[in-house]
């Protein structure tokens, strides 16, 4: 067989661990060719298609690393316009790759989901520090990512408390709130607002001035996606033919403008940005991550194309690509999570 390997979509902590899996197990069972495939689906749009065969000794040493020796991309859309889908296709023909292994977000799989009509068949392995993909109950990268916020939210902290400050740290995770939120209870916030619950600025201005009176300092952990109730959603750009086409950001300034003529302490904003992508994968993302790899190859060595590597029920399994195409898991109203915070004090910014 030939299986062609690519990562899409933002770049995320263990997707060289996924790579080194896939090609070792698919070499080991010793009827398999592996391509890499640069930048994504980038790498099958041009009429020279940007491949390179993956050896054993290539995918070694390179579990630990982040990022991806294959690059990636996050706006490249094979289904953009007809010649680009047919030149896809030819691609496809022309190397004659009988599957891909397609490792991204929920963008990639209904790219991969898409491809299908120009004969591309694809298994997908969920990638993602958003921890957004439907039927997964968790993404390698996350682990990582809410391990690099909750040290950031804990060195804001000591500065907060010297400056008797309101810190604003606000966070990536597109429409999902899970990276806040498990990096919010793991680095002691005191008030984290999420995509899926809109923040009334009265209740965060309550909790900062009773602090005032107290501690004396507040963090608010912020997700990219949270908004106020009654505003709309905090957009940083728009981007033409990406398969995500809106890039989020910013919320945390709109956030401290709001609620600094209502507080005697100095609020500051910091946006974490791409360092919550970035790093080396931490063990757990080292585990997941090679498992997810390893189990991909057992879905093209066992014929089961079209299907993605997930973790329910803390168990490796598959779902149809289709079923997963264009939708987002988001956190849950009613999650223990939330239940668990509240009771312990943590401000929600509900009404
Ligand atoms: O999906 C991963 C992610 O890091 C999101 O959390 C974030 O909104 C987006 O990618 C940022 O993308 P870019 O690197 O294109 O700014």
Same mark, same amino acid.
Request: aromatic fraction near 2%; hydrophobic fraction near 40%; glycine fraction near 12%.
């Given at each position: ?19 080194? $899996? ?66 896809? /296709? ?33 298994? =997908? ?19 990582? $990512? ?42 002691? $916030? ?58 989020? =950001? ?46 991909? $190859? ?15 029920? /803390? ?33 929600? /910014?509900?009404?």
């Amino acid at each position: 067989m030939r299986v062609g390997v690519l990562t899409g979509g933002g770049d995320c902590p263990g997707l060289n661990a996924v790579i080194r $899996a896939v090609t070792k197990s698919l070499i080991n069972h010793g009827q398999c060719e592996v391509l890499g495939i640069a930048d994504g689906f980038e790498g099958l749009m041009d009429a020279s298609p940007r491949v390179r065969a993956l050896s054993w000794d290539e995918v070694s040493g390179i579990l630990h690393i982040g990022g991806t020796i294959l690059g990636t991309s996050n706006s490249a859309n094979p289904l953009r316009d007809a010649a680009t889908l047919a030149q896809v /296709g030819r691609n496809v023909k022309a190397l004659a790759l009988d599957v891909v292994v397609a490792i991204g977000g929920d963008g990639t799989m209904s790219l991969a989901h898409g491809l299908t009509q120009v004969g591309l068949q694809c298994v =997908g392995v969920p990638k993602t520090i958003d921890n957004d993909i439907a039927n997964c109950e968790r993404s390698f990268g996350f682990d990582t $990512a809410v391990a690099t916020v909750t040290e950031s939210l804990r060195r804001i902290e000591s500065t907060a408390m010297s400056h008797h400050r309101v810190m604003i740290v606000e966070t990536m995770g597109r429409h999902a709130g899970w990276l806040a939120l498990e990096s919010g209870i793991a680095g002691a $916030a005191d008030i984290i607002l999420l995509p899926e619950i809109d923040y009334d600025l009265q209740s965060i201005i309550k909790v900062c001035q009773e602090r005032e009176r107290r501690q004396r300092y507040t963090i608010i952990c912020i997700g990219e996606g949270a908004k106020e109730s009654g505003q709309s959603l905090t957009v940083r750009e728009r981007i033409a033919h990406s398969p995500d086409p809106v890039r989020l =950001g910013g919320v945390g300034h709109v956030l401290r403008e709001r609620l600094q003529p209502h507080l005697q302490s100095e609020v500051r904003t910091t946006v974490l940005g791409h360092v919550q992508r970035g790093g080396d994968p931490t063990p757990f993302d080292r585990v997941l991550a090679t498992q997810f790899g390893h189990h991909a $190859a057992q879905l093209v060595l066992g014929g089961q194309l079209g299907h993605m590597v997930t973790l329910q029920n /803390g168990r490796i399994g598959s779902v149809a690509i289709a079923d997963v195409a264009n939708t987002q898991r988001t956190v849950p109203l009613d999650s223990p999570l939330l239940t668990m915070a509240r009771d312990i004090g943590i401000c929600f /910014g509900e009404a």
